[in-house]
């Protein structure tokens, strides 16, 4: 019991530690990958095959990475649990909201009267199929643990705390971290309710990497800045001080 609350005193003074911006940030991104996560995106060629979850799934990586560098891998590990948690919280929010009797604004035709099919279709995104909120909950789980191991694996091979090293931790830890949360969530879900094959599902692991890496390489420099911010005005002094 002393462990249970000494871990959780630590989450605590984690949380308290980061800026708040970023924690919202993180947790905005994984609820935004859920609900988009419904939608597979047309018109790609027959081997290829992506969901719309790829548009923000980069956020909660880049976030990762931040707090790797400032907090170690054990910190941003607990983020991401905390993260997950009250993302299945506003999950479970939403489901009570599609439960809800009453239109949604979108669900109205042409003569000013409410379509039920509309209504209804709207009502089961956010509803949420349990197959897609488990395999996202279950590919970001795994993917975040195992990026956050990569950055600082990666991280020990410079010496030097400069861009180049963050750049090349983050790089490479993201590339490989996105592929394993494609992996995960193809194979658990695409192949067996989306009727993606096998092909589809290791070539968007691939492509769906590189694509979401771009926006780690853009994004890099801004990311470092932030790092280096951070060590300057000693934010998370507290945490770092007891605990790392």
């Known amino acids: 019991m002393a462990s249970i609350k000494a871990r959780v005193r630590e989450i605590f003074t984690l949380l308290h530690s980061i800026p708040s911006w970023l924690l919202a940030f993180f947790v905005a991104s994984l609820i935004a990958m859920n609900l988009l996560a419904n939608k597979s995106i047309n018109g790609l060629p027959s081997w290829l095959a992506l969901d719309s979850g790829f548009i923000f799934s980069w ?28 993302n299945l919280f506003v999950v479970l929010l939403f489901f009570a909201a599609s439960k809800i ?6 669900c109205y035709g042409a003569d000013g009267n409410p379509v039920p099919e509309l209504n209804e279709a709207v ?28 950055n600082v694996t ?34 658990v879900v695409s192949i067996h309710f989306f009727g993606w094959t096998p092909v589809q599902a ?9 694509a979401e890496l771009l ?22 002094k507290e945490y770092i001080d007891k605990y790392c």
């Open 59 to 86: 956020v909660a990586f880049a976030v990762m990475d931040i707090i790797v560098k400032r907090f170690g891998a054990k910190a941003a590990n607990m983020v991401s649990f905390v993260s997950i948690a009250l």
């Open 101 to 106: 009797p009453g239109d949604w604004s979108t």
């Open 123 to 150: 009502n089961s995104i956010f509803c949420g199929s349990w197959f897609v909120v488990f395999g996202s909950t279950l590919a970001i789980v795994i993917s975040t643990v195992f990026n956050n191991f990569m």
């Open 154 to 187: 990666v991280g020990k091979l410079f010496e030097k705390n400069s861009f180049k090293a963050y750049a090349a931790r983050s790089i490479i830890s993201t590339f490989l971290g996105q592929f394993v949360d494609n992996m995960v969530f193809a194979f």
């Open 202 to 210: 290791i070539t968007c692991s691939i492509t769906g990497g590189i």
């Open 215 to 236: 926006f780690e390489v853009i994004l890099s420099p801004l990311c470092y800045k932030v790092v280096l911010a951070w060590e300057r005005d000693d934010v998370g």
